[in-house]
């Protein structure tokens, strides 16, 4: 399917708010891969798409993952929006044509983050924290940050603070960002 016919596909089930971010994180994401030498094309792709199964009700993303066998754990069972990210990347060979491994397992880790995350993985990730469209306190410094830091170092402080949001909201930390974060802390 051509990316023309995905944008028309997922203007279509979106809704137009949802539309307007999944565009301004595909434009973002573009612009981080020419910066930090990853593939503009499948950033594009994987920015436009990380969010596709948003088309679906929160309530009914437990029975979804469950009836395409998606494992999960407790956490995400528990906060059942983060499995948006793990039905995105399933559906899409059937939904969207697409079978690139790496625009999957982009989306799948957009929301918590992974172990070995790629430089595409962080790309996605980061791109959905900072698209124009993001307004919440701290937006603007990663943004600058992405402009004039190595990824690894702009990554780390949006795993930060995404970290702090969920503590303030005195939320389960999801282990897979502690992983990612922890990797970059002992690389450095």
Do not use: W
């Not at 950033?43 to 596709?52: F, I, T, V």
């Not at 960002?177 to 002992?186: G, Q």
């Amino acid at each position: 399917m051509e990316l023309k016919e995905i944008e028309k596909k997922l203007a279509e089930r979106l809704k137009p708010s949802r539309y307007a971010h999944s565009v301004g994180v595909s434009e973002t994401a573009a612009k981080l891969a020419v910066h930090f030498g990853a593939s503009p094309e499948q950033a594009r792709l994987a920015g436009l798409l990380h969010d596709c199964a948003r088309e679906f009700p929160v309530g009914d993303l437990l029975d979804i993952a469950k009836k395409m066998q998606i494992e999960f754990t407790a956490i995400e069972g528990n906060a059942p929006i983060l499995l948006h990210a793990y039905i995105g990347a399933k559906m899409l060979p059937a939904a969207y044509e697409v079978a690139d491994c790496a625009v999957q397992q982009a989306i799948y880790r957009h929301t918590v983050g992974g172990a070995s995350m790629t430089v595409l993985d962080k790309i996605i990730y980061l791109a959905d924290m900072i698209e124009p469209q993001r307004k919440y306190p701290g937006a603007a410094q990663l943004r600058q940050l992405a402009a004039t830091e190595a990824l690894d170092n702009v990554m780390l402080a949006a795993f930060n603070q995404s970290l702090a949001f969920v503590l303030n909201q005195n939320k389960v930390i999801h282990p897979d960002t502690v992983i990612a974060r922890n990797e970059i802390l002992l690389r450095k």
